[in-house]
Every structure is written in structure tokens, then in C-alpha cells.
């Protein structure tokens, strides 16, 4: 075997304070494999002998220090490169830690490894923690950050050549207005002035469309969401489409020490392995959602991709592959925060919970969740009323979540002033 002997193999002269750390250990040397990759809860490895050790530094590509890379880890990176068609991909703690890695990557000149990110410009509509990363990050740091409509196209140009920004960035199907950007035409207008591209893809998630195949230079995950799908762990992820980036990428994560811890990766690795099958469900019930609220008289709007009164609904139909998504924002006819939480009150199954993409229906009032830190004028631009809900439709029965909103409007039809 060449291993250090396991300590179970000869524990005679050993005392019990030596046993208690190594007893046991390193004795099973299985020929059998797994059939799932094994949470790898080890911090370091060890080589049969010196001249491995040494070699395993000079390749790069065998363990040596968690940080550097784990198994459990490499392979949810893996499957994540797969699922987003890239040449490799980063996990991240969360969706955020992943985001500003992003950024950072993208704005790292060519052949170098230190980022000089001068000048972004971003979608208007975005996470709300994001806002604040871009303003007390970067824009802190002295970069120039102009934000843009990413669906009226002649803007993005003139806005593209008159900042000639090193990235643009921006969410497919945004967030919580879900309005959908034409990837293809932006990626060839960012291209054109040297600037990459680096999409939140965490609403549309790969089942609808895939950026990278469309030229984007980097895919950004909150895997918290649709990806690990269960509400149970906080992840992120970057994908890149070329080595070149995706050297950078991985050499800052380990500079930083952003990385996700084994077990959360095993959770969105086993997350990722339904994610087809969930979001078609929930695509499913947004959509039968979406056209029944709009029949509803105490709802004043419904934004959804499918629906023909979307704005880009043509777009997402050209695009998504016949699905259009699983969030459903609406507006409520009704006047003041008491009735909306009155509504919100009034739900029993639909959980009124900060999050989405989970395999439960959610709903969030971005006004007081995640767009709360912006100012009542900062919000009203970006179309976000005191009235919009955004709901993240889950998998249950459909019949069941309808008759809970149902209910739930009944209690502010009888109220209303
Ligand atoms: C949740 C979310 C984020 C942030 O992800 P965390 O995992 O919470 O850090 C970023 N972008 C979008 C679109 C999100 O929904």
C-alpha cells in the first residue's frame, strides 16, 4: 500500500492519547467505488511517499491542501462546468462571494493576475446586494459603475462606447422584475469594445438557456437558489468559458481563500442532480400560475415571461426552450404595506420566506426584504412598488398553492378601503 500504516494495524505501545487521534484512521483501503462522490472532510493528503508528494505540487491536478482542492469539491465544480458548458467552474460560500470574484476575474487585464476593475456597466434591475457591492466595492474603490437598461439594446452600444468598461454585467431574467436580456446581442456589442461579459444566470438557471454558449465569459450561480434547490445550504458559483479566465479564476479563490466547504458541496451536487426535473415543474406551475392571477380582481399586474404582455416574452420564447421560468411577480390592487401584509399573513402553504428557487412556493416583498436598503425613489425607478410580490413557485400540486393564494385574496377583497 506505501500509506502510512493505520494505526489500527499495530496500536500495541501506543498510548491512549496517540490511539484516540489515529485509531482506525486510514484503514480501509476500498476496491470498490462509490457510486456518489464521498463527502471529503479532510483538510490534507497524504502520498505514499516524498517524490509523490513533491510531484503532486509540480502537477496541480492531485490534492495537496483543501484550499487548493478537495475531491468532494472538484467534483461538484465539474458537474457544474458540464451543466453551464465551460471549461471549468469555482464554487463559492455564497452567491455573492461568487459574484464579486466574477468581477474581479473579469476585470483582470489579459496575462496578468491582478484586478483593475476601472469601469463596469451593469443592468439597472439587479439583487439588491449586488447594488450595494458594486456602490461600497467597487465604486468605493474609485471604479466608474453605470448602470444601463440591458433590454433597449442602442443604449447598451452608446453606453458600451462611450465608458468602454473592462466588464458588463448583468441577470437573465432579472431580479425581481424578471425582465429577459437578449445575451447573444449584448455579449457581440460588449465583445466589439473589449469588455467581458459575466451573467447571473441564478433565475434563468442552465435548463433555459446557457450564456456561456452564447459568448458570455463568465456564469455566476447563487447556488443557494434553483441549483441546490432545497433550502438547505448557502453556495455559490462561478463558471468561465475559457482556460484563460478560468486560471485566474481558480488562482484567486485560492489567493483569497473563497471556497465552499465539502458538505455544502455535496448538498449541491446532490441538488444539481434533479435540477431538470424540478425546474420543469415549477416551470409548469408558474406558468398556470401566472395566467390564473391575471384573471384575479384584486391583482392589478402580473409580470411573467410567458405571459404575451411581458415585454420580452417573444424573446423568452425564442430563447428558453418553451419554459419561462419559475418566479411570477405581481402587483396588488391595493393601497398601503397593511394590506400586503395582511396577504402575506393570510398564506398558510405559500411560505413568505427571503429566498428563492427552493422546491417550496415562496414569496417575497422585495420592499421589505431584498430590496430594503434602497431608497423609496432608487426603488420606484427600477419599477419596484410597495404592492409587487415575487413569488418563486415550488413543485407541490398545483391546486393546492392556487386555493392558498385564493384564500389569501379573499382576505383583502373584504378589507379594502
Ligand atoms: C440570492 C441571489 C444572489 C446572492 O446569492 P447568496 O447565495 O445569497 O449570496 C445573487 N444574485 C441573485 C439573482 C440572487 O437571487
Request: proline share 5%; charged share 20%; net charge negative.
Amino acid at each position: 500500500m506505501g500509506y502510512r500504516p493505520a494505526m489500527a494495524d499495530k496500536p500495541k505501545g501506543r498510548g491512549l492519547g496517540t490511539l484516540l487521534v489515529h485509531a482506525g484512521e486510514r484503514a480501509v483501503a476500498l476496491r470498490a467505488r462509490p457510486t456518489v462522490t464521498p463527502i471529503y472532510g479532510t483538510s490534507t493528503y497524504l502520498y505514499p511517499t516524498a517524490k509523490e508528494l513533491d510531484q503532486a505540487f509540480a502537477d496541480g491536478n492531485q490534492p495537496v491542501y483543501s484550499r487548493h482542492g478537495n475531491p468532494t469539491l472538484d467534483q461538484l465544480e465539474g458537474a457544474l462546468s458540464a451543466v453551464e458548458a465551460g471549461k471549468g467552474a469555482v464554487a463559492y460560500g455564497s452567491g455573492m462571494a461568487a459574484i464579486y470574484a466574477a468581477i474581479l476575474a473579469a476585470g483582470t487585464p489579459k496575462g496578468e493576475s491582478v484586478p483593475a476593475v476601472r469601469r463596469v456597466l451593469v443592468a439597472n434591475d439587479l439583487y439588491g446586494a449586488t447594488l450595494r457591492l458594486l456602490d461600497e466595492q467597487f465604486r468605493a474603490q474609485g471604479a466608474e459603475v453605470k448602470f444601463t437598461d440591458v433590454c433597449d439594446l442602442d443604449r447598451v452600444q452608446r453606453d458600451l462606447e462611450s465608458l468602454r468598461p473592462e466588464v458588463v454585467f448583468f441577470e437573465q431574467i432579472s431580479n425581481p422584475c424578471l425582465r429577459v436580456v437578449d445575451v447573444e446581442t449584448v455579449v457581440r456589442l460588449a465583445h466589439a469594445v473589449g469588455a467581458r461579459v459575466v451573467v447571473d444566470n441564478t433565475f434563468a438557471t442552465p435548463i433555459l438557456e446557457r450564456p456561456l454558449g452564447l459568448g458570455a465569459d463568465l456564469v455566476v450561480h447563487s447556488a443557494t437558489k434553483f441549483i441546490a434547490g432545497h433550502g438547505d445550504v448557502t453556495a455559490g458559483a462561478v463558471v468561465a468559458r475559457t482556460s484563460m479566465v478560468l486560471d485566474v479564476l481558480r488562482h484567486q479563490a485560492r489567493l483569497l481563500g473563497a471556497i465552499l466547504g465539502p458538505f455544502e458541496a455535496s448538498l449541491v451536487a446532490r441538488g444539481l442532480k434533479t435540477l431538470e426535473l424540478r425546474i420543469q415543474r415549477q416551470c409548469f406551475n408558474a406558468a398556470a400560475l401566472a395566467s390564473w392571477l391575471s384573471e384575479q380582481p384584486k391583482v392589478a399586474r402580473v409580470l411573467y415571461p410567458g405571459l404575451e404582455s411581458h415585454p420580452q416574452h417573444l424573446l423568452a420564447k425564442e430563447r428558453f426552450g418553451g419554459l419561462f421560468g419559475a418566479l411570477v411577480a405581481i402587483e396588488l390592487d391595493v393601497t398601503g404595506r397593511e394590506q400586503i401584509f395582511r396577504f402575506l399573513d393570510a398564506l398558510g402553504l405559500v411560505l413568505p420566506a427571503t429566498t428563492l428557487g427552493d422546491i417550496y412556493t415562496l414569496v417575497t416583498a422585495p420592499f421589505i426584504s431584498s430590496h430594503r436598503e434602497l431608497s423609496s425613489e432608487q426603488r420606484r425607478e427600477l419599477g419596484i412598488s410597495d404592492s409587487l410580490l415575487r413569488f418563486s413557485v415550488g413543485i407541490e400540486e398545483l391546486s393546492d398553492i392556487q386555493n392558498d393564494l385564493a384564500q389569501a385574496l379573499e382576505a383583502i377583497s373584504d378589507t379594502q378601503t
